[in-house]
């Protein structure tokens, strides 16, 4: 299984806080903002898992999944690769974060398939943490947020920041306004916001 990220590129980026301070500005923390006061932790949380297909979408893959409940979360295709992910989203703060054997088994079992764990930090500034599957299974215990950023894939984890950004910047009123299922569907059918 690679480790790698799927453009095959291999620079290295040293720490989270480098990725954010290139692609956040104040619009897209305000649409974060904005998007956690309307709505509950529930809904914000379902609501970033479907903003996540639709990164994967700006990053070229095709959406194949966006599970509701079960796992994973989403299963997405690029260069006939199958790829996982487990999301979630920082909605109350940091917490510890572990992965139940049912979330690992769905990230890693098949061949061809690469599974990652996603998490979305909200605060001081929008960026995603991404942690290959294969990395948090020899876990016994849960990882604290700075843990995840040093397992992460740093420049896996830009490139979805990147994305992430622009979709706040650019359609913030859309992903307000719509609801999970709407956003999923969009992702499965390919329609990017």
């Known amino acids: 299984m690679s480790l790698n990220p799927p453009n095959g590129r291999t620079k ?6 480098l990725i954010t301070d290139s692609y956040t500005d104040s619009n897209a923390k305000e649409c974060i ?11 914000v949380g379902y609501k970033v898992q479907a903003l996540a297909a639709h ?8 959406i194949k ?7 994973p979360d989403i299963v997405a295709i690029r260069d006939g690769r199958e790829f996982r992910f487990e999301v979630e989203a920082e909605v109350t703060g940091s917490r510890p974060r572990k992965l139940t054997g049912g979330d690992l088994a769905s990230l890693m079992e098949g061949p061809n398939v690469d599974g990652y764990y996603a998490l979305a930090i909200s605060s001081p500034e929008p960026y995603w943490v991404l942690v290959s599957a294969p990395k948090l299974a020899i876990r016994n215990s849960p990882s604290s947020n ?4 040093a397992l992460s894939d740093k420049e896996y984890s830009a490139e979805w920041t990147r ?5 706040l910047q650019n359609a913030c009123r859309k992903i307000r306004r719509a609801s999970f299922n709407k956003l999923s569907r969009m992702a499965l059918e390919g329609d990017p916001l």
Do not use: C, D, F, P
């Not at 999944?65 to 796992?71: L, T």
């Open 65 to 71: 999944e966006v599970n509701h409940s079960g796992h």
């Open 12 to 17: 290295t980026v040293q720490t989270s806080k």
């Open 163 to 167: 994305e992430y950004v622009r979709l």
């Open 33 to 43: 903002k904005r998007i956690y006061s309307s709505a509950s932790s529930g809904e």
């Open 55 to 62: 990164v994967l979408l700006r990053l070229g893959y095709r």
């Open 146 to 149: 700075a843990l995840l950023e």
